[in-house]
């Protein structure tokens, strides 16, 4: 089955203690990318990624690190979580960065930092 | 700049009415344009899809949408809601050139039995 794959789906964590949220799609995908969703301002993308080793910023990355060292996997990483990241997190996928390709969206990552 | 405006945040309707999503653009060229759907608890699911061609789009699951490049809009439309549609409705805008997608803020949609 086609689908994006993120863990962990929960998690709650402490002010300045690093984490990874993974991400994996099984659909040889080149167009990765990560949003975060919060009330009111809907889905913000905070990186994307070309392909292997391609990234690039989004709209809100600051306080985020990623990396693609597979197609198959683009995690998020942490590195000092603060109280504003706490929010709804999720992965994406595209065949391709053409912005008419349909985007496969992972079922959330929710993240509570205090 | 870019942007996508949803203005109603929460519609209520009863199931069989018909319904009515608004969705307005800004951006300098022919956008590419996708609505959206999210399940409580579920990622999000893509309903349909315009970059060309006829400006009435088809979906999945009923619904349609109409581009309206004068009014710069895509309003997503269903003739008649069931209760399964209680949702969160997204509208985006693809940008050629930059690889990014823009998300309104959502449209709450609840169907009254």
């Known amino acids: 089955e086609a689908q994006v794959t993120q863990n962990p789906r929960y998690l709650i964590t402490v002010t300045g203690k690093k984490l990874t949220v993974t991400c994996s799609q099984n659909?040889?995908?080149?167009?990765m990318s990560w949003y975060r969703q919060d009330p009111g301002l809907g889905l913000r993308q905070i990186y994307y990624?070309?392909?292997?080793?391609?990234?690039d910023k989004g709209d809100v990355p600051e306080g985020y690190k990623v990396s693609r060292k597979e197609k198959r996997n683009f995690p998020l990483i942490l590195e000092s979580p603060s109280p504003n990241q706490t929010s709804l997190y999720f992965c994406?996928?595209?065949?391709?960065?053409?912005?008419?390709?349909?985007?496969?969206f992972g079922e959330g990552s929710w993240l509570t930092v205090v | 700049a870019q942007s996508v405006t949803q203005p109603d945040i929460h519609i209520t309707v009863s199931e069989g009415a018909s319904l009515e999503l608004r969705c307005n653009y800004s951006?300098?060229?022919?956008?590419?344009l996708f609505w959206y759907v999210q399940s409580p608890g579920q990622g999000l699911q893509l309903l349909l899809k315009?970059?060309?061609?006829?400006?009435l789009v088809q979906g999945i699951k009923g619904f349609e949408a109409e581009f309206k490049r004068s009014q710069s809009s895509f309003n997503l439309r269903k003739p008649s809601v069931h209760w399964s549609d209680a949702a969160e409705y997204f509208c985006?805008?693809?940008?050629?050139?930059?690889?990014?997608?823009?998300f309104g803020t959502g449209t709450r949609l609840k169907v009254l039995a």
């Open positions: 315009y970059f060309s061609g006829d400006t």
């Open positions: 951006y300098g060229a022919t956008p590419y």
């Open positions: 985006a805008v693809g940008t050629s050139g930059t690889y990014k997608y823009i």
């Open positions: 990624s070309m392909n292997v080793e391609v990234t």
């Open positions: 994406a996928s595209s065949p391709e960065g053409d912005p008419g390709n349909t985007i496969y």
């Open positions: 659909m040889n995908h080149e167009y």
